[in-house]
């Protein structure tokens, strides 16, 4: 039995080890289905959070198994969720939190959409994640969650362009085999964790376009395998950080735009050997710029601009041979001396040079020939703002790759020489403010990409040269303040002419006729010449002119017709000898500012409407046949006449007013009819436009809720009607009334265009509509209002621009206005891009931009948008309002004043003159511009050198401290000024003047996103 027993037991053993690994297989199956089906349940809580305009997840259902889904993969082995991929789709929602049950997840990249909200702390449940990258999601928030840190097996963190703010959480020292962390172009604040240091796999770390201050803990020391370490753009300080000299790997380093100080290492080329790029622009290095940068062979890219560099720019750079960007501009590099430019000639052994820029420092000495024999990949060469003299070298043409030439503002003599035609594809030549002489070489008709020449201010002479015609994308043609003789060459009338400037030259004969032909011409200026004959009436067909100076010349004959000219601003015929009246159209330009016609022999009455209402905006004086005008002119009454063909013009008025009378009248009754009719088809707007969720309001708890729409409750006018503030419900809630002015035209139509506009669309940075009445009040008159959230801080037209009473409270910092373009621009975007049916806003100006208790800017008054058609490619103008109200004068675009199609351009211009606004603290109808310039203009021709000069210097506030505006000025740093540079260029580049050279919304949102001001976030 025994000897049995002994021989089956292993039989036995096997039986009930089969036994077990069938129950197990079948418990794992078990387990495997569950598992799936949790994934694919997490899938769809995903997805239930997102809207995908382009249908990216319409294979997200039961047809499909959820491993063949779009952007989805599983493993091989356990059929789970290993990667999920949807970047780049436009999806708009939030990231639900049940990603943190996807627990094989090794990859979660959404990057590139419009998610908004926070990252969920639940992607810290994901131990197995390699990979994650929410980049490119302009407004997702919050901070970043401290338990990323249990994601252990992380290599790749990417969290660049979001909105996220307050610090780095010292607990992502705890990655550590993290390899990248970029988290660039976010809101981030406080200081540089040392505890990062312990990241001793990083390779690439990128924290630029943040908030960060303090010093760059020695810590980094420890990061031995790091070669890309990227701060630029934040406020931090301390001297060039010492751990940096000890990581020998290092290829990459962007210090741009901080407040570093002090001298560089001697020894810095020694210690980092590696580099291929340096950017240390826009801080406050001193010292000498180290000689044994020499050393660093493979370096590529050499940024030393806007800091405080001294003595000379070393010789020995000519060992660079991979050099390829080399600038240092606006130092005090040189001594105004003739040995200041030997490091030019030592860059000839630099062949792969494409830029070089040592502009605005102290360079003298003559310009060498040895810039001739630089590197033949040359693209750009700026020598600008500095003290050189000499001549421009006739072998200039070597440099055949060249597409920018800036030799402006320096003391140039000689000759251009005619061998500079040979640079074909240059694209701008900047000669300006030198002393050359002779004639404009005709050569320069070769250069036929040339977009501008710039050749003002020098002693030129000769005629203006016809080869010009040859340069077809000729845009900017200035040429003042020479002694150019001539006239202007018909040649050029064939070009696409933004600005010809030829004033203060001796000019002769007629005016061309052909100047009807340039239809893109913005700026005209032919002051101070030699003109004579009539005024061309071609000009009237410059649709696009804004300024037209022809003072100090000798035109005769009357002014001739221009009024098609509905854009032009700035308009001189002044010491000229023009006879005849006063032209009446020039009543009816729209947004004319100034107007000067003094010294003619005109005669007449002078009008009273338009222009001519404001004394201060129009100069009539040394003619002295005029009479009538305002009162404040002083001049003569004008003689009643009688003469026949008075009779006739009163006989004319007179049936003509009978005729509108007439007309009028059928008018009145077809619309009485037509609105029977309606009636009769169509029910009234009532609150169910809104849908369900809006409470009902009546006209009596209005009225009850403003004091009987009081003055004392009435915070805003426009052109539909006012806004008052008052108290509604048993809480007492403070909201903000819009009633509309229903006699006035439009005023209707206003109304359902803002209801249609608002009853679908929800964003934090659109003002909340409560609530609409469309009632009758206790006249029996019909009475519509909107009923608002209340905005305590007004609007931005009053921070900006506030009573002498209250300019004591004016205390917005550079911070707080770029807080609120962002603002505009989100809504902007969200408008344009992320509605159901897009809407054009038609009015954005910033008495239409409220702030709330914590300054978050709402954009509000929609009773001018227009939704799009569902092509999206132009409005529809339906009932919703009137086709001819195209915005506020100034903020409007102007294509509209051209009758150009409603678009979403129209919306990015007004924001772009904003933002100009913002910064600059001057209305686009301010006085203060004169002759050649509106705001956009005054912004460029300051823009970089002289922003200082044209910011609002109430924005060196700090908060609380507003009478210490000099003492924050001082403070002000150079990396602080390259951002608002940067700031200034995003509403030059979104207010241009083509609507095809503006920023899409989208970029615009990236791009202050990613620019941040160099001021504590407390001040």
Known sequence: MDHLLMNTRPLIYHAIFLLFLSLSISKFSLATTLSNETDKLTLLEFKSHIDSPLNILASWNDSFHFCHWVGVTCGNKHQRVISLDLKNNNLVGTISPHIGNLSFLRSLNLASNSFHGVIPSEVGYLTKLRNLNLSDNPILGGEIPVNLSHCSNLQYLDLQYNDLVLGIPSELGFLSKLQMLILRNNHLSGRF????????????????????????PNTVAQMKSLTYFRVSINNLSGVFPPSLYNLSLLTFIALTSNNFTGNLNPDLGIALQNLQILRIGGNQFTGTIPVSLSNVSDIQGLDLGYNNFTGTIPMSFGNLRNLQWFGAFYNLLGNYSVYDLSFLSSLNNCSQLEYLDVSGNQLGGELPNSITNLSIQLLRLRLDHNSIGGSIPTRIS??????????????LTGNIPSSIGKLTILNGLHLSKNKLTGVIPSSIGNMTRLLNLYLENNNLEGSIPTSLGRCSHLQDVILSHNKLNGTIPEQLFGLPLV????????????????????????LLDVSYNKFSKEIPAQLGECLALETLYMQGNSFEGTIPELSKLKGIQYLDLSHNNLSGQIASYMVNFPVLQTLNLSFNNLEGDVPIEGVFRNASAFEIKGNTGLCGGIQELHLPACPIQRSKKHKKHFAFKLILAISIAVAFCLTFFSLMALSCLKKSKK???????????????????LHNATDGFSLENLIGSGTFGGVYKGKLGPDETHVAVKVLNLQKQGASKSFIAECEALRNIRHRNLVKILTACSSIDFKGNDFKALVYEFMPNGSLEMQLHPEDALKQLRSLNLLQRINIAIDVASALLYLHHHCQTPIIHCDLKPSNILLDDDMIAHISDFGLARLLSKSGKEAFFNQLSSAGIKGTVGYAAPEYGMGSQLSTNGDVYSFGIILLETLTGRRPTDKLFKDDLNLHNFVKLALPGRVMEIVDHSIFNKAGENDNMVSSWSDWTSGQTECLISVFQIGLACSAQSPINRMDMNRVALELLSIKRQIPLEA
């Open 193 to 216: 964790p040392p505890s990062l240091g312990n990241l001793s796999s990083l390779q690439n770390l990128s924290f630029a376009y943040n908030n960060l201050e303090g010093e760059i």
């Open 499 to 522: 600005q010809i400037d030829v004033s203060h030259n001796s000019l002769t004969s007629s005016l061309p006729p052909d100047f009807g032909n340039l239809k893109l011409l913005v």
């Open 683 to 701: 029910k009234s707007l009532s609150i169910s436009t809104f849908g369900p969720s809006y409470q009902k309001i009546s006209y009596k708890e």
């Open 398 to 411: 070597n440099l055949v790759s060249l597409t920018e030439l800036k030799l402006g503002s320096n003391s």
